[in-house]
């Protein structure tokens, strides 16, 4: 909202002059602190001062406990099932604080072989079909130099399944014992797969809210809301904006122009991670406008945060 100095000295009755106010305005202006869009129009805040909020002035807000009984209530109606957790943090966390939400589903911090089947396609052509430890499913075409048969392919399967179960890749790739050439030739693409897999630090974001970001007044210029919808739209681009967050430090505050997409320059983002560190993480935030309610928003991340941390390492135990 713009700054004006005599609403400023009537509204909270500060017993100081508008001229006064004017002038300590001017300075925050002149210090980079506030910022005029318009010549005739008030001021607001700037990228550096919500920043400067953040740091130095902002007051922790705890979750009410009616809504943590809310959010005990609705998790424990789902099922133990990490997809649905995840799709419902998301849901609630937009809910929460009226903004764009995302959280990506929990990954294993390092891949470990399950198994390995192959189907014949065509006379050297196969699908190889990856299961990892961690549930997640890869397939991949392969191409052989040779015809083969689907008895050929079951035995490479049964050969690799005994000699790599649980295995990560660099364990795999430093493997010296005997292998058919076929084996020898899956393997190679099993480590492909299982390196490039653990290069990705986060799995593809759920996102809920999206009518609570286009709706907000700062996004009424078409174009910068198509270029935001595009970037969220994009799972890639998207996934670049994550490596924000740092490794188990707390809530990450990214403001206007600190976001790494230009088309993100009018957003700012609270994002923070979840999970067993050294094991296993998601990432989990809000995405809105810069004037956003940032303390708000920092306590709705920070709680759900604890909330899926623990389930996911209650989930862990169980299935140790």
Excluded at 132 to 153: G, S, Y
Excluded at 262 to 269: A, F, H, N
């Amino acid at each position: 909202m713009p700054i004006g100095s005599e609403t400023i000295a009537n509204k909270y009755n500060l017993g100081v002059s508008p001229a006064t106010i004017r002038n300590e305005i001017s300075r925050l202006e002149r210090e980079g602190y506030v910022v005029r869009r318009h010549i005739s129009g008030g001021s607001v805040p700037s990228d550096k001062g919500y920043r400067y909020y953040v740091e130095y002035l902002m007051q922790k807000v705890d979750i009410s406990l009616d809504e943590q009984r809310m959010v005990s209530h609705l998790f424990h109606q789902v099922e133990c099932d990490l997809s649905q957790w995840t799709r419902l943090a998301a849901a609630l966390l937009a809910r929460m604080v009226h903004n764009l939400a995302l959280v990506t589903f929990p990954k294993a911090m390092y891949s470990s072989f399950g198994r390995v089947e192959l189907v014949s396609l065509q006379e050297s052509t196969a699908l190889l079909i990856l299961l990892l430890q961690e549930t997640r499913l890869k397939h991949q075409l392969i191409a052989f130099d040779k015809a083969v048969t689907q008895e050929d392919l079951n035995a490479v399967s049964r050969e690799l399944n005994d000699l790599l179960y649980g295995l990560a890749w660099s364990q795999i790739l430093a493997y010296k014992g005997n292998l058919s050439p076929l084996a020898a030739e899956v393997k190679k693409t099993i480590v492909e797969i299982m390196s490039m897999e653990d290069e990705r630090s986060y799995e593809e974001p759920y996102i809920e809210g999206l009518r609570n970001i286009v709706t907000q007044p700062e996004f009424s210029d078409s174009k910068e809301i198509i270029g935001i919808v595009n970037v969220l739209e994009n799972k890639d681009a998207l996934r670049t904006l994550l490596p924000e967050v740092p490794n188990w430090d707390g809530v990450h505050v990214v403001i206007g122009g600190e976001n790494r997409e230009d088309t993100m320059r009018g957003c700012s983002m609270v994002l923070t991670l979840y999970g067993i560190p050294g094991e296993m993480k998601g990432a989990l935030g809000i995405i809105g406008p810069t004037r956003m309610e940032y303390s708000r928003a920092v306590s709705s991340v920070r709680y759900l945060s604890s909330i899926m941390s623990n389930l996911v390492g209650e989930l862990h135990k169980g299935k140790q």
